[in-house]
Each structure stands twice: as C-alpha cells, then as structure tokens.
C-alpha cells in the first residue's frame, strides 16, 4: 500500500484542504450513487425494487445475485 500523507503534511492552506475535502466527498457521494445503482439493477433482476418490499423468494434470489 502507498505511504499515506495527512492533509497537514502537504502544507496546504486551508483554502486547498477544503477544496481537497469537497472534491473526496463529491467522489465518494458519485461511488455510494454508483454502488446503490448497481443493488438496484440487481434487487429489479431479482423482481424486487430498492425501496419496498420482496417476496421470500425474491429476497432469496437477491441475496444470490449480491454473494456472486
């Protein structure tokens, strides 16, 4: 693994921390959109939606899909 550096270490100014700060958050909010697409697509293949509920049998197909 890479050596890892604190903000403080790089000597930035306050300024560049929180311009560093947002752009970690905006890329992090993109994966946690990416990642709830993907359950998505796979609770909608299982015949279950993100948001309600599924049949036992559905939630045993997506629990299926999600261990692969």
Same mark, same amino acid.
């Given at each position: ?19 560093? *700060?947002?752009?970690? %958050?905006?890329? /992090? ?9 993907? !359950?998505?697509?796979? *609770?909608?293949?299982? %015949?279950?939606? /993100? ?9 045993? !197909? ?7």
């Amino acid at each position: 693994m890479a050596d890892r550096l604190s903000l403080s270490t790089l000597k930035l100014s306050v300024e560049q921390r929180e311009q560093v *700060a947002e752009l970690a %958050g905006d890329l /992090i909010a993109v994966q946690v959109y990416r990642e709830l697409q993907r !359950a998505g697509e796979r *609770a909608a293949d299982s %015949g279950c939606n /993100i948001i309600g509920n599924c049949s036992s049998s559905s939630k045993s !197909a997506l629990l299926e899909t999600i261990a692969r």
